[in-house]
């Protein structure tokens, strides 16, 4: 092959790795903020009167006395000095599987496409004021999120973006 061929070529792999990894960051990001808000509307007393205090209702149906030390866990960072992936995935399991509990449904032998769609339909009942909110934070991004507007496409009628799916949904760490 042509030299200049073989440049266009990599720099089309290194646009095509860079742009994966785009997605992947999207999709962490949908994922933390959809059950940040599903977990804590039905596990905990996630209120529209409770605006911008999500994160703190979210660390409560955790365990975690506040959010501080859910960021503490999460990030290594203040008096805990060591990421605690494990305690924090236990949390994350035991909180979901209280969720689905409330709709009948065990976490562990209850197929993974029965509880995806168990999943949508407590987003879709969310209140009007957190599906405009997770919406409005995915498609037109927010501190934390650096991502281009293209990723965040939801289908008609769905309040789940695309790529969040029966296979990944669930990935919490």
Not at 41 to 59: D, I, N, P, R, W
Not at 76 to 101: E, N, Q, V
Not at 142 to 155: D, G, I, L, Q, T
Request: proline letters at 4%; aromatic letters at 12%.
């Amino acid at each position: 092959m042509r030299p200049t061929i073989l440049r266009r070529l990599e720099s089309l792999e290194r646009e095509g790795r860079a742009n994966e990894k785009t997605m992947q960051s999207f999709l962490i990001c949908a994922r933390s903020k959809l059950w940040q808000i599903v977990l804590g509307h039905y596990l905990g007393e996630l209120t529209v009167e409770q605006k911008g205090s999500e994160l703190k209702v979210f660390a409560k149906v955790l365990g975690y006395a506040s959010d501080l030390e859910y960021f503490y866990e999460l990030t290594g960072r203040g008096p805990l000095k060591d990421r605690g992936s494990d305690r924090l995935r236990k949390r994350y399991s035991d909180a979901c599987g209280r969720l689905f509990a409330k709709v009948g449904l065990d976490l562990e032998t209850t197929p993974s496409d029965v509880l995806f769609d168990a999943f949508v339909k407590m987003v879709d009942q969310l209140p009007g004021y957190w599906l405009q909110r997770i919406r409005s934070e995915l498609e037109n991004g927010n501190s934390f999120m650096r991502v281009p507007r293209f990723y965040a496409r939801f289908a008609p009628g769905s309040n789940v973006p695309f790529g969040i799916t029966a296979e990944n949904y669930l990935c919490l760490l």
